[in-house]
Each structure stands twice: as C-alpha cells, then as structure tokens.
C-alpha cells in the first residue's frame, strides 16, 4: 500500500505520456522516452497486474538507454516477481555499479525470493550500518513484509517508530505492515492519524477506504469516498473503490455505474472490462458475459491464465443459453491457454451431462478435481451438475465424498443429499439429511427461497422437509443424534 503511485498516474503529464506511448505500440512507431518515463510506465503497467507490459517498456527502455540503472534494476525485479530468479541474478551482475545502495537492496530481494535468508539478513544489516536513516529502516521493513516475513517486518518497523514516532512516512509503513498483516483497523487508526496531519493526500484516503472495506465497513467507506471525490472527483481509483462498496451493499447497477465510468476514460480498458465481465457473470447476465468477454479478447493484452479464466466465463455463458456447440468451442480455446484450469474440466463435465454422455462426464470431472486449488468445491460442482441432470446416484456419491472430505461446506448441499435418498427410496437416510439441512440451511425452505432450489416442483418432498423442521422446532426430533455420523 506504501508505493501507491496514483495521484502520479492520474496527473495530465502522465496520461499524455501514457497516450504517447500507446499510440507508439498501436502504429508501431518509435519515439525517444527518458528513462524515468520508462520506469513511470512499467511501474504503472506493474501495478494494474500487467506484467507482460511492464516488461515490454522495460525492453523498449534499454534499447534506447542499456546501461541505465534504473531500468535494470526494474527489469531484475519484474523477472523476481516472475520467479526467474537465476535470469534476475545476471542482470544484476551486469551493472556496473555493484555498491550502489538500491542494487544492495533488489540483491537481498532476490537472496529472500531464493529462501536465502541469512545471506540477505546480513546484507540489510550491513546496508544499515552503512546508512544509518530512517528511509534504509522503512525500505527494508517494506522489503520483509513484500516477503510476507512479518516478525523481521515489525522488528524494522519498530526501530523506525522508536527514533521517529511522529514522522508520516514511518506511520505510513506501518500502517501498511497492518493492512497487511490483517489488522484494517489498526490500519484505518493510523491513516486516520495520517489524514489529520495531510488531509488531502489521496493516496491516504485510498488506502483508508480499503480498510474499512476489509472491516466489511461500506457506510464507513462512502463516507471516506466522498472526502477522496471532493479532492478529485475524476481520479479511477477512487471510482473503483466506490464500485467495491456498492458491491458489499449489493447495489448491483450503481456499482456498475461506476464501473461504466472507469471504462470510459481509463487506458488499461481490459483490466475494468475484466471486472465488469464478472460481476455479469455472478449476476448470470449471461448475454453482458459474452459482450465484455469479446470486448477483451479483442485487446490481445491478457495473460494465459487470464484468458483460460475468460473462456471459462465464456463457455458458461453459452451453455447457459443453449449454445452448446459454442460452449465446446470455449473450452478448447481456453484448455489451449491454460491444460490445468479446473474450471473448465469441470465445465466440460457438465457440457457431456447436457449430451447424456455421464461416462465421459465422469473422466472430465476427475481432472477438474485433480488440478483444483479446493477440491471440495470441485466436487460440490460435480455434484451439483450431476444434481441437476438427475444422475442420482452419482451426486450422492459426490456429495457424500464431499461431506467426508470437507463437511464445512456441506451446508448448501444437505437438502439434495436428502433429495437424492429420497428418489432412491432410501427414507431413513433421507431423514438424516432433512435433519442436517434443518439445521445448517433452513433458509432453503423459506417460501421466497423455494423457486431457486432444484426440487421446488416436488411438493410431497418439501412437505415432508417443513415437517422436520417444525418436529425440530417443537421437540419432536432431537438433531442431535442425525448430526453424528
């Protein structure tokens, strides 16, 4: 949060240059850039995630100035950050200027990115002995937390704050150390102090924001937004901010709005269409899914895992409507991206259940769960699509696999687990899981809810579910004998 170069980004300067330089990669052109203009627009590129772009300025940078420090040193952090820590090390070893203090600084990065601990904990020792400054104490804090080391953070952190307790870029670090380490409302305290002492420093009411919505706090974050629009009411990231607690309000179209807002004026559009695509997605708008999703690809500008995660959305959307020979499409484009993106293995699964091929389901759904990061989800989805296609058998044995392996997030599925014994005559069973779903998700047989479940056209089973539930509410039924297995 420290290094929030925002306010830089939204300055005419920057996006004059930012317009120059697009309009150089857009009629493949060429024009002299200074090297801090280069550094500028990586580290903007960097901070909206594009680290493909970055690195393209980074290379265009040394064409024109290839012994610049301060290229170098950009071009051996984004190879870091991409783990290619062997490259970063001979591109460090390339400059010339070995004791300069901010190639001591990007070395211990790279002996922290090579678990190389004690060696960069000398190094940042000795860079202190040398120094001897409060900026040498906060660069290296900031460079532990960057390595999620939170003890040594902290130990920096507090070095700092006990020669300067006062000083903003110190209460700034600190802050962020919070933030970080999952503490927003020490956090907010502090950017709250710092307010007091800068109240128009946007980055401080940016980052303000961002903790109470980590405290899921959004009438405390529109309040803060309004501080940020009186400052300056065109400034995009003070957009999105306010799109983020509109969301956590679930005010679905003011939310889009201001993403609407963002995507008109911001030169970075797959970045805000990407996020405007899911909130469609989540909102099962599926005809905007396809609209944005065309919109990006035609950018070119996304990473391979980006673009998989796109023609999943992609696929989705058309098996959603009925396109199941476009669905298919998406899913082989999106495989040739990325050949271990679960979701679309598990997608194709449910793209045979729709042919009535469960066999071929089956073998689908087995990689979507090999190469998931939760694999009880994968298997509640493979279930759930099972479910849908009336392949009892085989969503109660999804579901029964998912309760042994995770049975914290068997909630939502312990009415169609009853309902899968109960079209299988199976009634003792059944009444166990009537019990379970009473208790962990009652909400389901609220009369509101009732059109959005799966059995919701079988009143004899939703009957006998009310009836547990009010057995269970006057006495009738002890749960806790059905809660054990």
Known sequence: MKDDLSSIFHKPEFKQLLAKYSDMINNHTTIYLEPDEITLLAEFYASMGNIRASEEVVNYGLSLHPDNLDILIFKCHNLIVKGYTTEAQEVLNSITDQSDYEVRLLQAELYLAQKRNQEADELLNQL???????????????????????????????????????????????????????????????????????????????????????????????????????????????????????????????????????????????????????????????????????????????????????????????????????????????????????????????????KGKPEDAQQAFHYGRLFAENEAEAISYAGNAYFRYEYWQQALSCFKEQEKLAPETMHGNYYLTAYCYYRSGQDEDMLTYLVRGAIFSPESLKKEEQENTPFHNDTHFLEQAKAVFMKIENGEINPMKYLQD
């Open 128 to 354: 202190y002995q040398d120094e001897k400054d409060i900026d040498t104490m906060l660069d290296i804090a900031h460079l532990y937390m960057d390595e999620h080391q939170k003890k040594n953070a902290y130990s920096w952190l507090q070095k700092a704050v006990s020669e300067a307790p006062d000083n903003l870029g110190v209460l700034e670090e600190l802050a962020s150390y919070h933030f970080s380490f999952g503490n927003p409302e020490e956090a907010a305290n502090l950017y709250n102090r710092l307010l007091d002492e800068a109240p128009y420093t946007i980055d401080f009411w940016h980052n303000l924001i961002r903790c109470y919505l980590r405290m899921y706090k959004p009438e405390k974050a529109m309040e803060a937004i309004d501080f940020a629009m009186a400052i300056d009411d065109t400034n995009l990231i003070t957009w999105e901010l306010k799109s983020n607690a509109l969301l956590l309000e679930n005010e679905i179209e003011q939310a889009l709005d201001c993403l609407f807002y963002i995507e008109k004026y911001t030169t970075e559009k797959p970045y805000i269409q990407n996020i405007i695509m899911s909130i469609y997605f989540i909102t099962q708008n599926y005809q905007k899914v396809l609209e944005y999703a065309d919109k990006i690809t035609v950018s070119n500008n996304l990473t391979d895992f980006e673009m998989a995660s796109l023609y999943h959305k992609k696929g989705y959307s058309h098996l959603q409507l009925g396109n199941v020979q476009a669905c298919e499409e998406d899913i082989e484009q999106g495989l040739a991206y990325d050949n271990h993106n679960s979701d679309l293995y598990l997608l194709r699964g449910e793209l045979q259940l729709t």
